[in-house]
């Protein structure tokens, strides 16, 4: 059974657009990318390379983050690389904005 945790990482207005931030939710760290006033969250490490994802270039029309390392992009809504070299998911996470704060949803057991 996974333990869903939701905890605010910061307003909305403080991401900046078309970006990704990184943040530790509860232990996990997380690359929170704003497109528009829509938030997504994902791993923050490279299935491939063990770098930042929140470090590399957001994707807007595709939804997608490109590690800068060596080029792998990751879906934002299913965390499945889109390119080589990496092969292995990242976990993606629910989040949301409710009265003008991010909310990040950690499933603990998922994150692992």
Same mark, same amino acid.
């Given at each position: 059974?996974?333990?869903?945790?939701?905890?605010?990482?910061?307003?909305?207005?403080?991401?900046?657009? $078309? @970006?990704?931030? =990184?943040?530790?939710? $509860?232990?996990?760290?997380?690359?929170?990318? =704003?497109?528009? %006033? %829509?938030?997504?969250?994902?791993?923050?490490?490279? @299935?491939?390379? %063990?770098?930042?994802? @929140? +470090?590399? +270039?957001?994707?807007?029309? !595709?939804? +997608?983050? +490109?590690?800068?390392?060596?080029? @792998?992009?990751?879906?934002?809504?299913?965390?499945? /690389?889109?390119?080589?070299?990496?092969?292995? /998911?990242?976990?993606?996470?629910?989040?949301?904005?409710?009265?003008? $704060?991010?909310?990040?949803?950690? !499933?603990? !057991?998922?994150? =692992?």
């Amino acid at each position: 059974m996974s333990t869903v945790i939701g905890t605010v990482v910061c307003a909305l207005a403080d991401l900046a657009p $078309n @970006s990704a931030t =990184r943040f530790v939710v $509860n232990g996990v760290p997380v690359a929170v990318v =704003r497109i528009g %006033d %829509d938030v997504y969250a994902i791993g923050d490490t490279c @299935s491939h390379a %063990d770098v930042s994802l @929140s +470090e590399g +270039e957001v994707w807007c029309d !595709e939804k +997608e983050i +490109e590690c800068w390392k060596h080029g @792998s992009a990751f879906s934002l809504v299913t965390g499945q /690389p889109q390119t080589l070299p990496a092969t292995k /998911p990242v976990p993606v996470f629910v989040a949301r904005v409710a009265d003008g $704060n991010v909310h990040i949803h950690v !499933e603990l !057991e998922a994150a =692992r």
